[in-house]
């Protein structure tokens, strides 16, 4: 026993040494002159986009300012809980310097999100009502992202204050599923939407099981490398302040930068979505559409809108009418009850965006007061035509050929509906930096000292960072946010009970009680706040 404390002491002295050192001007001057450089980035591009604006009020763009620094605080506040996990073990290991850790980890964020591809953050966006998607630049659409903005912060704060690593995924979906129901019980009598269950079951699954697989899969990755690597340094802790052997070191720092890289391809983009939704609800003439299309597409997309108007008119009956085809299409995404109309409502709104387009020749041209109309009759094609597919047994009964053509023509309005700009994901990696500068040092303390009994060893580490990375990377390809929290957390305690470390059971009640209680709190958090702004606003 003398000999584990012995091992363990010196170690942790020099732990609280390093973690209390202050940033040298050298650094200081270095970040800020990138952080400035981000911002003249980010100011110029949103000013070119905000050009085309013919706004004679400030108003508007006071409200852009003020919401864009909420969402953006929502990314600094994410950035104290789960980039600071992607650290924790190179700077309990002695691998890298605490502050250059956190320096590489913010470039490795940086980059992922600049690469992410936004289907993580627009898959989201499906959980929310599909009025206040459609109308968000009401007042019911701007109570609806400031209320959960604000609650998944008020809750993300509160869990970093007590040094507990929650989950910034669970604390947004919790906020958005609050929106969802206060928004069906205040408008009970009007019939309007809530949750998208269906969705929000796919994506609770992918939330659920990746801890669980984090604990199991770093478990068997450290017992599996005991059976077959044999050198005994990498199952040691560290002593003194020694880094590790070479190998060991780049092993520890390279699923840091993997673990890094993941975090900001997933994570980064849940606060992406709801930027756009701002964007689109204040400056629909610059954000509703992807004017950066060419135009040289228009004649492509014309040709796929006839292919599909051709399969879609296979099933509809000869001389059916409809008063009007998007209330018909809104019906079928809010309730998910096809009916006959359905078909042929959807194929009279892709005429008209055909015939638009058409007469327009480019996505640029569309005309300022049309563009919010134009983007929701795309919205409503697009999720109806998901539904179908996720209903096959229920709506028409198309082949897979012609499932290859309608996903074809999904393709082409989500390019046009679906983007995120790149100042936009520059600013989304600049605000999780800062905040992992901020306050990196409570959730690092947590991983690496209060999960385990004994000191995390290289191998320990190694296994917990390339079981979350891999984890991480299969969501984001699937389209799923996961908790990058959840994973390493998981993946460390896996790694314990693999070794025979032990446990600290207070900890481990703790971070679980956390987690519990996220979705509930955020839940009722987000819905009172979502009632409280539609009365003030």
Known sequence: MAATVENILPSKGAIDEKLARKTGPGGIIVFALIIAAGLFYVADHLISDLSVEKMTSIRPYLMLGGALLIALGFEFVNGFHDTANAVATVIYTHSLEPHVAVAWSGLCNFTGVLLSTGAVAFGILSLLPVELILQVGSSGGFAMVFALLVAAMIWNLGTWYLGLPASSSHTLIGSIIGVGIANQLMAVK??????????????????LLSPMVGFALAAGLLLIAKATITDKRLYEAPQGTEPPPFWIRGLLILTCTAVSFAHGSNDGQKGMGLIMLILIGLVPTAYALNRAVPASATAD??????????????????????????????????????????????????????NEMGM??????????????????????????????????????????????????KKHIDTATK??????????AMALGLGTMVGWKRIVVTVGEKIGKDHLTYGQGAAAEITAACTIAAADYYGLPVSTTHVLSSGVAGTMLANKSGLQLETVRNIAMAWILTLPASIVLSAFLFWLFRHIG
Do not use: C
Request: glycine share 6%; no cysteine; hydrophobic share 40%.
């Open 360 to 409: 327009y020749k480019a996505m640029a041209e569309v005309p300022p007061q049309y563009a919010r109309n134009f983007r929701n009759d795309m919205y409503l094609t697009s999720e109806a035509l998901r539904l179908m597919k996720k209903q096959k047994n229920v709506g028409p009964a198309f082949t897979a050929d012609q499932w290859t053509v309608l996903d074809n023509y």
């Open 190 to 207: 009007t019939g309007t939407s809530g949750v998208d269950w269906g969705q929000v079951a796919n994506i609770g699954k992918s939330l």
């Open 419 to 428: 983007f995120i700009p790149g100042w936009v994901k520059v600013a989304v």
């Open 301 to 354: 997309f014309v040709a796929v809108s006839q292919q599909t108007d051709q399969i879609l008119d296979q099933y509809v009956s000869n001389g059916a009418a409809i008063a009007d085809p998007r209330d018909v299409v809104q019906e079928y995404i809010r309730t998910k009850h096809y009916t006959e109309d359905t078909t042929l409502a959807l194929r009279q709104i892709i005429n008209d965006i055909a």
